[in-house]
Structure formats: C-alpha cells, structure tokens
C-alpha cells in the first residue's frame, strides 16, 4: 500500500518550497500569567524579528489577554489550545471562538491527543470545532497521532485516515487550506522518542495522500503538516528539512525561551 502512495505524491514533494515552515508552541497547562510574559518576552529579544517561518505561541487561556498585547509589535502569533463547537450560551467552563478573535488569537490547537484521552474528544467533536474555528476566523491546527499499541499492532494509517477524515469532516477546500494538521504520534509526545525521520516523513506522506483523496492535488499541496512529539534543537533541521514536514507543534522545549528559540533558528530554510 505505502509504495503506491509514496508515488501518488511525489509531484506534490517537488514543490515543497511553496509552504511555509509554521512553528508552534503548546505550553499545555503551564505558565502562570508572569511566566507566561517572561517567556514571550525572551522569544521576542530571541527570534521576534524573524520572517523566514511562522511562530506561534499558544498559552493557557489565562495569559492570552496579556501575551497578546506584548507580542504586537513583533512577529511572533498567538494561538489557544482548545475551544468550544458552540459559539455562545450555557455551557459552564467553556471559551467560544469569537472570545479568542477578541484577544487577536489567530489559531486553535484541536482534537490534541490530551484531549482525546482525557476529555474523550471525538473525531466528530473535533470537526464541529474546527467548523466553529474557520466561522470565526480562527485557524485551527488539528492533531491526529497513533498510540505505542496502536503502531505496533500495524494500525498506523487506518488510525491516522479514521481520524484525518473524521476530524476534517464537513470543511470546504477553502477552509482546508486554512488548517495545519499537527500529526503527533503519541509515543513520542512528552516521552523524550522522537519519531525517526523515516517514520515521519512515511506518515506525512500518507496524510498529504489523504487530503489529495477528500479535496485534491492543489489544496494537499498547500496544507501544512507539523510534526509534533519531543521536537527538540537537536532534531528540529533534520526533521523540518523532510519534504512533507511543514514545521512543529512543541510541547516541552517550548515552555523555555533558549531551547524554543533553538528550534526556529535551526529550522529556518537555507
Ligand atoms: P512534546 O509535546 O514536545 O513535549 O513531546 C508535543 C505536544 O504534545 O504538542
């Protein structure tokens, strides 16, 4: 199956230029507001002024307000880590997409594999909310990742279509173009195992065949697919360079202004 997908896509590797690299830091539930100010203050001194890649920083809701307003002035973009499908109204404990606009958050980080575990998100879930997102302008960057069992009993790709296709349910090709999708295989988050760029690249590639299959050729070439599960300084250039890696969802190395700072310089494109 793999080879005849690896030829589908070949043309669509030559052209991988076209996309631009996105770099994203989940800071999942750290970070105090002071925290979350000196470390957006650190990456602006660091790497506020580059315009090579896309940076994101995605704080807990409590700091968005304030990060927001210190990042103006630099190039670095704020996103949040969840939101809710509904738009307003009784439901205690959630956020609405329009009160992310409201602090200038331009991406949502959905359908993590935290919140697959912990919350039950469903795939179905996960779609209304990034309809939610692109109805609000936000641009949401959905995640999708197989478990240790799930690749070691060779269920790889049909977890990853099952949930590539579930999660992006209902979006038009407009909107898709709009989207990340943040393949996080879930082995490899927080664990220190990073995927190797072999395992990487193969599942990339077998995402961008997936969005050829529900969209087409023109909207797979131009959606951008991060790699996330302890990206690090050390492995971001050999991981970036991948023809079908389009940047990083962080988690850990984002959370200190020298290691998150590290993995742009070294990802930047020659
Ligand atoms: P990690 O987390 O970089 O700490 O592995 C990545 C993520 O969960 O987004």
């Given at each position: 199956m793999l080879p005849t997908l690896r030829q589908r896509i070949s043309p669509i590797k030559m052209i991988k230029k076209e996309r631009r690299l996105i770099i994203?830091?989940?800071w999942k539930m750290n970070k105090t507001v002071a925290e979350a100010l000196a470390l957006v203050n650190g990456l602006k001194i660091e790497v506020g002024k580059v315009k090579e890649l896309d940076i994101v920083?995605?704080?807990?809701?409590t700091a968005l307000s304030e990060v927001s307003k210190a990042i103006l002035?630099?190039?670095i973009r704020l996103g949040a880590q969840n939101m809710s499908e509904n738009s307003f109204g009784a439901f205690t404990g959630e956020i609405a997409a329009g009160m992310l606009r409201e602090l200038s958050v331009r991406h949502v980080i959905?359908?993590?594999?935290?919140r697959r575990q912990y919350q039950k998100e469903s795939d179905e879930l996960i779609s209304k909310k990034a309809l939610a997102a692109h109805a609000t302008s936000l641009k949401p960057i959905v995640c999708v990742g197989e478990?240790?069992?799930?690749r070691e009993g060779g269920l790889t790709e049909t977890v990853i279509e099952t949930q590539v296709?579930?999660?992006?349910?209902?979006?038009?090709?407009?909107q898709?173009?709009?989207t990340v999708v943040a393949y996080e295989p879930v082995w490899a988050i927080g664990t220190g195992k990073t995927a190797t760029a072999a395992q990487a690249q193969e599942v990339h590639a077998f995402i961008r065949a997936i969005l050829v299959s529900i969209f087409d050729?023109?909207?797979a070439r131009r959606v951008r697919i991060q790699y996330g599960g302890s990206v690090k300084a050390s492995n971001a250039t050999e991981l970036m360079a991948l023809p079908d890696v389009d940047g990083a969802l962080v988690g850990g190395a984002a959370l200190d202004v020298r290691s998150f700072s590290d993995i742009i310089k070294n990802s930047i494109p020659n």
């Open positions: 994203a830091g989940n920083v995605c704080p807990p809701f002035d630099s190039n959905l359908g993590h594999s935290e478990t240790l069992a799930e296709r579930g999660s992006l349910a209902g979006l038009s090709k407009e898709m173009v709009e050729d023109t909207v």
